[in-house]
């Protein structure tokens, strides 16, 4: 899983919308354009924004995105078998 699919999990989770999360460094043109797959991933200096923005820390969002990756990738192998 990418960045973004772990942003939308967390954004879905804490019930946030894109407003809740821009500021002067993430605009919300930018971010729509993340959200939508038009901007493939963040910079480093744009992904530590955002994920502070989400009140988490790099650890935490890192974590998250490995087991979000994981259950992806047992749900994508029953599929095949």
Known sequence: MAFTETLKAVMDAKNLRSVDITS?????????????GKVKEPTWQKALVIINSLDM????????????NAKHDSTQQTEEE
Request: with cysteine; charged share 35%; proline share 4%.
């Open 57 to 68: 820390t790099v650890d935490e969002f890192c974590d998250l995105e490995a087991k979000l």
């Open 24 to 36: 002067d460094e993430i605009t919300a043109p930018y971010l729509s354009r993340l959200l939508k």
